[in-house]
């Protein structure tokens, strides 16, 4: 696991934290987890916002028009291939919600990366115990197998993060990005 704080200039950063903090950025309403796997949540706790930049999967090509405004992003990263890029927005509760351990891919040999687009008390938090806290422009990369969870923030309207799956060259995945 590693993690990089001020990934990009800030002149990269920036926009894209502007661009999905600005009230016309086209989010969707989701589930965080299903309901089948989110029955210790009520319901309007296991609601987030949404926008998919990139999905790529048998039967399915997903590329937002958006995509361009990661590309900073994407390209400092540089894998190999590209799985999938989502953006998370959380809205603040009363209380930490710690929504359930999962991974978000099963191929083997891929990296997540998870970016931080706003400062906030959330965090992630892995089945180790180890917790990265929500950092604006600070990134973590780890192996996709890793079981995480996210954690709703108290502090802040919410919690922004860019969720991105991917497999690096080997000599990446070794020595970060």
């Not at 589930?31 to 399915?60: E, M």
């Not at 990661?70 to 710690?98: F, W, Y």
């Amino acid at each position: 696991m590693f993690v990089i704080d001020d990934y990009l200039e800030r002149s990269l950063f920036v926009p894209i934290r502007d661009a999905l903090e600005a009230a016309t950025f086209p989010w969707e309403e989701s589930q965080i987890l299903s309901s089948k796997a989110a029955t210790h949540l009520r319901p309007d706790d296991n609601l987030q916002h949404v926008h998919g930049f990139y999905l790529k999967k048998p039967g399915v090509f997903l590329r937002s028009e958006k995509l361009d405004l990661i590309r900073p992003i994407i390209e400092r990263l540089n894998p190999v291939l590209l799985i999938k890029a989502k953006a998370n927005r959380t809205a603040r509760k009363a209380r930490h919600i710690e929504y359930g351990l999962h991974v978000d891919t099963s191929r083997r040999g891929a990296t997540t990366a998870i970016f931080y687009l706003n400062s906030n008390n959330g965090y992630t938090l892995f089945a180790d115990g180890t917790k990265v806290d929500s950092v604006e422009n600070r990134i973590v990369l780890f192996d996709a197998a890793t079981p995480h969870t996210g954690a709703s923030c108290t502090d802040a309207d919410a919690r922004l993060v860019l969720n991105i799956n991917m497999v690096l060259a080997p000599h990446v995945r070794a020595g970060g990005a």
